[in-house]
């Protein structure tokens, strides 16, 4: 009898080093029968990812994908294998009635050399699954203190293990964390009472940024947005080939604008990837290194949809011109990766360009 009777889809699986030797998934030695009940309260040894966890067989079987499985090894049932195979798994045929064959779900199950169930999927993120139904599925013991990367990939994980009240809490936290950064992002350039030096932070506190302050005879109508650049796509904006040291233009960063008056430009870009160095340009000149912030990989990302755009936002790249002359320019971002290996630039992508009367405006 088929130990599993499970629908197939395509989560996410992340890749993991070597493991131990792991036997097909067939059941074990047992003096019980495939059909008994194991008793709740029995401790249970799991192998996930390489990464061990010692539970007890309810707590393991809350968790929706174990409760297919007819026996789980206990640590007093477990029997430690001692012939190895080739081919650490062999696909389960006949999970489901199904017609999809894409998903060879039985691969990511077996056993390792100690008899231990073993999954072949993230061992770091199986313990904020094992938190989540230890801890009544409270998000302050279980899931809060994880990054956006962290709460991504869990999202989509959780589906393989078909927690779909650990998908909807993932969700929820992560809208969390967009307000927060969307309310981080609000005033671009506060309004504030005269005699006050409101500054804009720069990203690197190390790098000198000018500040922008009010005079007794100008406000706040003396910031004019020029271009809102949007491009929302989870598609790839950009590709840089193996060893690629020098810094490049990302072509879907160009925006070209019509300076209507003499002054200074405010350029700001919130991009979702941060692996890299980055370099705002204007009219083809370098303008300011910016090491990005850690966050990000879209080598891992680049399946999952992003639901609301700043989830995956770095802080703003910004930056503030020297006096520039009426007419046309151009303002960019260049881009090199922090590996030298083949690696894609995700979208999405903004820019906002501000016109700043130059009264406003006071170079440090």
């Given at each position: 009898?088929?130990?599993?009777?499970?629908?197939?889809?395509?989560?996410?699986?992340?890749?993991?080093?070597?493991?131990?030797?792991?036997?097909?998934?067939?059941?074990?030695?047992?003096?019980?029968?495939?059909?008994?009940?194991?008793?709740?309260?029995?401790?249970?040894?799991?192998?996930?990812?390489?990464?061990?966890?010692?539970?007890?067989?309810?707590?393991?079987?809350?968790?929706?994908?174990?409760?297919?499985?007819?026996?789980?090894?206990?640590?007093?049932?477990?029997?430690?294998?001692?012939?190895?195979?080739?081919?650490?798994?062999?696909?389960?045929?006949?999970?489901?009635?199904?017609?999809?064959?894409?998903?060879?779900?039985?691969?990511?199950?077996?056993?390792?050399?100690?008899g231990n169930l073993f999954v072949d999927l993230?061992?770091?993120?199986?313990?904020?699954?094992?938190?989540?139904?230890?801890?009544?599925?409270?998000?302050?013991?279980?899931?809060?203190?994880?990054?956006?990367?962290?709460?991504?990939?869990?999202?989509?994980?959780?589906?393989f293990y078909r927690l779909d009240d650990l998908?909807?809490?993932?969700?929820?936290?992560?809208?969390?964390?967009?307000?927060?950064?969307?309310?981080?992002?609000?005033?671009?350039?506060?309004?504030?009472?005269?005699?006050?030096?409101?500054?804009?932070?720069?990203?690197?506190?190390?790098?000198?940024?000018?500040?922008?302050?009010?005079?007794?005879?100008?406000?706040?109508?003396?910031?004019?947005?020029?271009?809102?650049?949007?491009?929302?796509?989870?598609?790839?904006?950009?590709?840089?080939?193996?060893?690629?040291?020098?810094?490049?233009?990302?072509?879907?960063?160009?925006?070209?604008?019509?300076?209507?008056r003499e002054g200074n430009l405010l350029i700001?870009?919130?991009?979702?990837?941060?692996?890299?160095?980055?370099?705002?340009?204007?009219?083809?000149?370098?303008?300011?290194?910016?090491?990005?912030?850690?966050?990000?990989?879209?080598?891992?990302?680049?399946?999952?949809?992003?639901?609301?755009?700043?989830?995956?936002?770095?802080?703003?790249?910004?930056?503030?011109?020297?006096?520039?002359?009426?007419?046309?320019?151009?303002?960019?971002?260049?881009?090199?990766?922090?590996?030298?290996?083949?690696?894609?630039?995700?979208?999405?992508?903004?820019?906002?360009?501000?016109?700043?009367?130059?009264?406003?405006?006071?170079?440090?």
């Amino acid at each position: 009898m088929d130990p599993f009777n499970l629908q197939r889809f395509n989560p996410i699986v992340p890749s993991h080093q070597p493991q131990p030797t792991i036997q097909p998934l067939q059941q074990p030695p047992s003096s019980s029968s495939p059909s008994s009940i194991q008793p709740s309260g029995e401790s249970v040894e799991i192998n996930v990812g390489g990464r061990k966890f010692v539970t007890t067989i309810k707590t393991l079987k809350s968790i929706p994908i174990f409760k297919e499985l007819n026996n789980i090894p206990t640590l007093k049932s477990r029997k430690p294998n001692t012939t190895t195979q080739s081919n650490p798994f062999q696909t389960i045929q006949s999970i489901n009635q199904s017609n999809d064959k894409s998903f060879p779900f039985g691969d990511y199950f077996g056993y390792d050399e100690t008899g231990n169930l073993f999954v072949d999927l993230n061992g770091e993120l199986f313990e904020a699954i094992l938190d989540w139904v230890r801890y009544s599925k409270v998000p302050e013991l279980s899931i809060n203190n994880l990054t956006v990367k962290q709460l991504l990939r869990l999202k989509s994980e959780a589906r393989f293990y078909r927690l779909d009240d650990l998908i909807t809490a993932c969700h929820l936290r992560l809208e969390e964390l967009g307000s927060a950064i969307e309310k981080q992002k609000q005033p671009i350039i506060p309004i504030v009472k005269e005699q006050q030096s409101p500054v804009i932070n720069p990203i690197i506190p190390s790098l000198q940024q000018p500040t922008i302050t009010p005079s007794s005879t100008s406000n706040i109508n003396g910031i004019q947005l020029l271009a809102l650049h949007v491009k929302n796509t989870n598609q790839p904006l950009f590709t840089a080939n193996p060893g690629i040291e020098e810094m490049q233009v990302i072509p879907s960063s160009i925006v070209e604008i019509d300076v209507p008056r003499e002054g200074n430009l405010l350029i700001e870009y919130y991009i979702a990837d941060s692996c890299g160095d980055y370099v705002i340009v204007l009219d083809g000149v370098n303008q300011k290194p910016h090491p990005a912030l850690s966050g990000i990989e879209f080598v891992e990302m680049s399946e999952v949809k992003i639901s609301r755009l700043e989830f995956a936002f770095t802080q703003p790249i910004s930056y503030v011109t020297a006096k520039l002359p009426q007419g046309k320019h151009s303002v960019g971002l260049r881009w090199r990766p922090y590996k030298k290996i083949a690696y894609t630039i995700q979208g999405p992508l903004i820019c906002k360009v501000f016109l700043v009367d130059s009264n406003l405006v006071r170079m440090n």
